[in-house]
């Protein structure tokens, strides 16, 4: 799909270790294949109609959850298909957190997490892991910074000790973090300045969030990491990097009492401390409707619309949320979906456009929409935003048919049970839920949650939440010296 990429705030995590070209390409290869699988394995739920989508669903895996005395929260799953495991310790700070000024402090601790501690130096910890075979690495985001090793199962104590060591004993020298703010600063370049869609959905969401913090990018703004100081990423560790502020995630091949005497052994005598209060990054029902104009070096025109709407942890009615999700898979859910088969085929109004919604935020969210106009037709945007909002319209007045609804929901549920088969999949989601204020209970009744979803709560949904009262449009526009 050609035109603006959208991105939810929390869907594009700044990693410690950015990918290369090579290995981009052969991520956006396994997506393609992932997407296709899931889109096969829609076709056969829609096909055997009579069996229940839980026949399809992953068996559930035995899950057991425990807090140790300093307030650590462990969260166990078991998956005995393989001698491997996952584990994965999340940390409740990322860029919301963060206030005016002292923007990027969450991601740049990230990076000074592999930079030594009281027993090991830089990049040892790494070293040991590379060694014994495992892959390991971070990301941060707006509501949490995690880190993760996948490695053998006998391997584990490993992992969990080094994890350990480095929320007790952070050393952040001086030296290390002169010539990692540099590392971060070009990530920035690359990843957002240099990049006509990002730095134009940034400054999107800059506007899209008038009274949230998600209105703050996550690897920050330039002139903040350009004054950043290393006290101020001591104080930013002291503050959030305690056992009481974390959860520790681990699936695989292992046991609860194996994991719970690991847990004990390694981060038991870690002491808990206070941690500063953490206000949710609630967003305005109704800011009004929001517009701007942006040139970036691109050489084609596109359209960005974000509706407000809440997230699950702030929804008041969770079927709601649900109901956005089909939304968004029945607007760009595949080669069907209304997006594509409307505007794109029958219409040629766009050369593509696309939908995504996140409602695993710690607070309110956005429904985004994305398009370019078909150029060769000779459309404009104005065109593009005329037929958008025909098709939303046409959802606030007409609920979709039950079977076009049960087409676009077998392919939500197909797409997340494919997923859930890894368990690093498994223990991402658990992770997510945990720590922007939800259960790791909801991956096991999501299911449940999205079967119960009927065309009048689709309606519901467009009508409460596809109004200009909510509404941010961005016009990105070519630079008129973008070809020179």
């Not at 969030?209 to 004054?227: E, H, K, N, V």
């Amino acid at each position: 799909m050609t035109g603006m990429v959208l991105r939810q705030p929390d869907q594009y995590p700044s990693t410690s270790k950015p990918a290369d070209a090579k290995t981009t390409r052969a991520v956006l290869q396994v997506k393609q294949r992932m997407n296709a699988l899931a889109r096969r394995a829609a076709g056969l739920l829609l096909s055997t109609v009579c069996l229940p989508f839980a026949a399809f669903a992953a068996d559930t895996q035995p899950t057991h959850e425990f807090i140790l005395d300093n307030g650590l929260k462990v969260v166990v799953r078991e998956d005995h298909r393989a001698p491997v495991v996952v584990s994965q310790i999340w940390y409740k700070v990322g860029s919301t957190y963060e206030s005016p000024g002292q923007t990027g402090l969450s991601h740049a601790l990230e990076h000074m997490m592999f930079k030594g501690s009281e027993k090991l130096g830089p990049g040892e910890a790494s070293r040991i892991l590379r060694d014994l075979g495992a892959e390991e690495n971070a990301f941060t985001s707006d509501d949490y910074t995690a880190y993760y090793q996948v490695l053998a199962r006998d391997r584990l104590p490993v992992a969990l000790e080094l994890e350990a060591d480095r929320m007790a004993s952070l050393r952040l020298p001086a030296d290390e973090f002169s010539r990692e703010i540099e590392v971060i600063k070009e990530e920035r370049r690359l990843r957002t300045d240099d990049q006509p869609n990002a730095k134009a959905f940034e400054l999107f969401s800059a506007m899209a969030f008038p009274a949230s913090s998600y209105r703050t990018p996550t690897i920050g703004w330039m002139a903040d990491l350009d004054r950043m100081k290393v006290e101020e990423l001591r104080h930013w560790y002291e503050s959030w990097y305690v056992p009481n502020n974390a959860t520790l995630v681990v699936v695989g091949d292992v046991t609860v009492d194996e994991v719970k005497g690991l847990a004990q052994r390694f981060f038991g005598a870690i002491p808990k401390r206070a941690v500063p209060p953490a206000k949710l990054p609630l967003e305005l029902a109704k800011p009004g409707l929001r517009e701007t104009t942006l040139h970036v070096q691109t050489q084609l025109p596109s359209l960005i619309y974000g509706f407000n709407a809440p997230g699950l942890a702030t929804a008041k009615d969770p079927r709601t949320v649900h109901a956005l999700r089909l939304i968004s898979a029945l607007l760009d859910g595949g080669y069907s979906a209304r997006l594509p088969s409307r505007l794109e085929r029958g219409q040629e109004l766009v050369s593509g456009a696309s939908s995504s919604y996140n409602p695993f935020t710690r607070g309110d969210s956005l429904f985004l929409i994305s398009a370019t106009p078909n150029l060769q037709k000779h459309k404009t945007l104005a065109d593009v935003e005329a037929g958008i909002w025909k098709l939303l319209d046409e959802l606030k007045t007409t609920p979709p048919s039950p079977e076009e609804l049960e087409r676009v929901r077998a392919q939500v549920i197909a797409g997340l049970v494919y997923d859930r088969d890894s368990i690093s999949s498994q223990a991402t989601a658990i992770g997510q839920l945990e720590t922007v204020g939800l259960s790791w209970k909801l991956i096991d009744s999501e299911l449940d949650e999205l079967k119960s979803v009927t065309p009048a709560d689709i309606q519901n949904a467009a009508r409460t939440y596809f109004t200009r009262e909510r509404l941010s449009v961005a016009h990105v526009l070519p630079e008129e010296n973008a070809h020179e």
